[in-house]
């Protein structure tokens, strides 16, 4: 089942508009209140004016071979009747997936004010769309189409076409100077000036303007094949050269101007101008592009005249006296467009290319009225289709074709005031050049139709249905024509200078008054066009702007000095900023140095401490006491001094009170030792004893004491050798770095010699091979003489040998004998 709402992907907005163009029996929306006045104060309608659904047409371009190859046929688009189209997501699509997921549908129906299928020829094509805008435009009304659609969907084809199979755009040439027949004014003193006025031009100016005309004929004379446009990819799709449709049917609803009977005794003056905006900048395809990229392409400025209708100043306008030349100037535009595009590195895709006709309805001395005939074949829209939205992410996606964002933005806007009047929305209008240019004819100074390009490919559905989506809101905008009576329509005529000439023999006050004052001039942002002023007021204007500019001049000074010194300190305070993390950057830098230095030193230290506790290791082995031993004896005396003290407590208890003194050195008197005569022979015996004992002891000890106090000496003596080895370990280091670094030197020379060997070597075997060839050349050489000759050399050789050495010696003792004699 179809659905007419898919608000959640691709926005409200979009979705709201598929659900009205799916209705095709919408009726038309009110007039849109803003855009109608805007047209109203142009001038004053005859009657009512006229409310028109915009013309949005569909064209399905058929499958080329290698797309159908590919398998692009997934039955993606189906047409169900000439007003209705039903397009079916494919598998792998963006939109399948979302579907999947149950956020949007499938199937998605869309309605057009007619449907053209893929066998739909380009005759038919014409005369189901714009051939009526055609006629309204020979009739002396506006006309707008464009073509719309993605990259490769066949736009250029619709509007160019190619030699065999022309587009609207040569038909609706083709109809206009089968309408201008025999009443084609040929001089070309008449041209279009400014956005709806009319120029005078003078002997010089004619000139000048034929000579122009002359280049650029003269550019495709040399040419037998027309250049292709540049926008086609085909290599099958060329340009019209020539407009002689012998054997194209088309409908022949226009005829001469005579015989439609228009009742008016006028010629018709044809001018024709093509140019493209890209980038937001437009390029006249009429001017030839520079050759080289470091030269600037010179873009034109969009201007407003005194009525505020925007004209695009210094555009090239070329007067045409046949379909012929009007297609060779085509010509001209797309060959300038490609060579711009290929030097300038851009893709002509993604510029809209215009080309613009304007009708001069000139009857005797008057300008009856002037018409405008646009087609403008829009840029791909794949890009913007891939961003998913029309609105301010675009923007941020960068790259982006700005005008066709906008054109968006303005049909919406059309579409949400005429649906809501209550609604104050402001249409966009001036964001960008494409629809600043034709606002006018939006606002009902003309009728718009818009063409839509699709191709069936499954794998750009995505993309086309975004288009569709695109079309259905287009297709909602309901155009508030104004109609007006060819009097009012009327442009002015001016002279060289741009003044308003006399017009039926008065000079046309109106006209004059309506000139631009000063204050218009410089209105907003605008980019207002002096030239057309006359001189004295250009001068007043001048020294107006000078002042202005004086003043300006003088605030922009303060303001740059203030700014100047808003910087200034900026700069200072940044540079003191830096300055302190700088300083914090330097410490922290000395801190992590020192503790590096102090690390490597803990280490050396280590590495010392271990390296002389290994000497001092080696050392103790030879005079090693173990320490159980020297416990055992210390625990020895000790008790032994246990023992004496108590025999002395023995003794004193047991003697007469007589009091013995034992001392170290009266140990050698033992046998001197005094007698009691109570004191029997045991007790003394054993005193002896003890004493003996206690002097072993005593001598034990003190040798004990020696050792300790050796061994202490010996402790210092190490210690000192640990700091010799130390310091001799730190040599060593010393020494192997630098032996190190002289070994490094030594490998690079070892190197450098090695590979001088080996150049050596190859330099020898060069020789060898040289001295190789030489020899068998000189075998070669010496080969003719074989037999008698070569033998007689043979015997020769040893004399002649003999003779050299004979002759050297002599060389060589002639110096001598000379210094002799
Ligand atoms: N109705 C058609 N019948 C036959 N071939 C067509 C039709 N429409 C388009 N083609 C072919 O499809 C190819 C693409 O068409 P075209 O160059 O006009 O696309 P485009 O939309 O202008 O592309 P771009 O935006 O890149 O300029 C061309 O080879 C063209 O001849």
């Known amino acids: 089942m179809a659905t007419a709402i898919d608000m959640t992907h691709e926005g409200a907005e979009l979705g709201a508009m598929e659900s ?32 028109q659904q915009l013309k949005v047409y569909l064209r399905v371009r058929p499958f080329s071979k290698e797309e159908l190859a590919k398998n692009e046929d997934q039955g993606c688009v189906v047409l169900e009747s000439p007003e209705t189209v039903l397009l079916q997501a494919p598998k792998g699509s963006a939109s399948m997936k979302s579907s999947e997921r149950g956020i949007t549908q499938q199937l998605h129906k869309f309605s057009f004010s007619q449907i053209f299928g893929p066998e739909v020829t380009q005759a038919d094509f014409f005369d189901g769309t714009i051939s009526t805008q055609v006629q309204d435009f020979l009739q002396g009304k506006n006309a707008l189409v464009f073509s719309y659609g993605v990259t490769n969907a066949g736009k250029t084809h619709t509007i160019q076409g190619s030699l065999k199979d022309p587009g609207i755009l040569p038909r609706a040439l083709d109809v206009t100077f089968r309408y201008v027949s025999g009443r084609k004014y040929e001089n070309m003193d008449l041209k279009p000036y400014l956005s709806v006025d009319v120029q005078r031009l003078d002997s010089d100016q004619l000139k000048t303007e034929r000579n122009t005309k002359a280049t650029l004929l003269n550019l495709l004379k040399e040419e037998s094949e027309p250049p292709k446009p540049s926008r086609s990819r085909s290599s099958s799709m060329s340009s019209v050269s020539s407009l002689s449709f012998s054997g194209v049917s088309y409908d022949q609803t226009v005829d001469s101007a005579d015989a439609a009977g228009d009742g008016m005794q006028c010629v018709f003056s044809v001018w024709v101008a093509s140019y493209e905006i890209y980038n937001e900048y437009i390029y006249d395809l009429l001017q030839a592009p520079p050759t080289t990229k470091s030269k600037k392409r010179p873009a034109l400025r969009v201007c407003e005249d005194g009525a505020k209708n925007p004209y695009i100043r210094d555009l090239t306008w070329v007067n045409v006296q046949s379909a012929e030349e009007a297609s060779k100037i085509l010509h001209v ?32 001395a008057d300008i009856q009225g002037m018409s405008e005939l646009t087609l403008c074949d829009l840029a791909g829209s794949e890009r913007c289709n891939k961003t998913k939205t029309f609105g301010e992410r675009l923007k941020e996606a960068g790259n982006i074709n700005n005008s066709l964002l906008i054109l968006g933005k303005c049909i919406a806007a059309m579409r949400n005031k005429q649906s809501d009047r209550s609604k104050i929305s402001h249409i966009p209008f001036r964001e960008s050049k494409l629809t600043r240019l034709f606002q006018g004819v939006f606002c009902g100074r003309g009728r718009v139709s818009m063409i839509i390009n699709i191709n069936q490919c499954a794998s750009t ?24 009576s060819l009097e009012s329509l009327a442009p002015r005529l001016v002279g060289r200078n741009g003044k308003p000439l006399i017009k039926n023999g008065v000079i046309d006050n109106q006209a004059v008054d309506d000139y631009l004052s000063e204050d218009e001039l410089l209105d907003g942002e605008d980019e207002a066009d002096m030239s057309i002023l006359p001189q004295e007021e250009l001068i007043s204007l001048l020294e107006g702007l000078r002042e202005k500019l004086l003043t300006e001049r003088r605030k922009n000074l303060v303001q740059e000095i203030q700014i100047r010194r808003e ?34 030193m803990e280490m050396y230290k ?25 416990t055992l004896e210390q625990n020895k005396a000790e008790e032994l001094q246990k023992r004496l003290a ?6 004193h208890g047991t003697g007469t009170g007589s009091s013995v003194v034992f001392t170290k050195d009266s140990s050698t008197q033992t046998d001197k030792l005094p007698q009691t005569p109570t004191q029997d022979s045991g007790d003394s015996e054993r005193c002896k004893l003890l004493y003996r004992e206690k002097c072993a002891v005593e001598q034990l000890c003190g040798e004990k004491q020696g050792l300790i106090v050796s061994l202490e000496k010996r402790i210092c003596e190490l210690n000192e050798t640990l700091q010799e080895a130390g310091e001799s370990y730190l040599e060593k280091l010393a020494q192997i770095q630098e032996l190190q670094i002289s070994l490094a030197d030594k490998e690079q020379i070892k190197r450098r010699l090695q590979a001088d ?47 050299r050495h004979v002759i050297r010696r002599s060389v060589r003792a002639t110096p001598s004998t000379r210094n002799k004699s």
């Open 461 to 484: 559905y995505d993309e086309t249905l975004h288009v569709m989506k695109f079309s259905a809101i287009a297709k909602q905008v309901v155009q508030v024509i104004q109609p007006r």
């Open 606 to 630: 280590e590495a010392l401490k271990e390296y002389a506790y290994h000497c001092a290791q080696e050392r103790l082995d030879e005079e090693y006491i173990p320490v159980e031993k020297y």
């Open 20 to 51: 009205t163009a799916c209705d095709p029996h919408h009726m038309p929306l009110p007039e849109l209140s803003g855009v109608s006045s805007i047209a109203s104060a142009q001038s004053e309608p005859a009657e009512g004016p006229e409310q």
């Open 757 to 803: 060997v080996t150049d050596k070597k190859a330099e020898l075997s060069v020789l060898r091979e040289e001295m190789t060839k030489l020899s068998l050349d000189s075998e070669r050489k010496m080969r003719p003489k074989r037999g008698l000759l070569a033998s007689i050399e043979l015997v020769t050789t040893p004399h002649k040998t003999a003779l």
């Open 333 to 364: 535009g797309n060959k300038n467009r490609s060579a711009a595009s290929t030097v300038m590195n851009q893709s002509s895709s993604r510029s809209h290319s215009i080309f613009t006709i304007k009708l001069l309805r000139i009857d005797g």
């Open 646 to 651: 108590d025999l002395e407590q023995q003794r």
């Open 567 to 600: 910087m200034g300190d900026a700069i200072i305070q940044q540079l003191m900023e830096m300055e302190e993390a700088h300083s914090y950057h330097i410490a922290d830098l000395k801190e992590s140095y020192e503790e590096k230095k102090e690390s490597t």
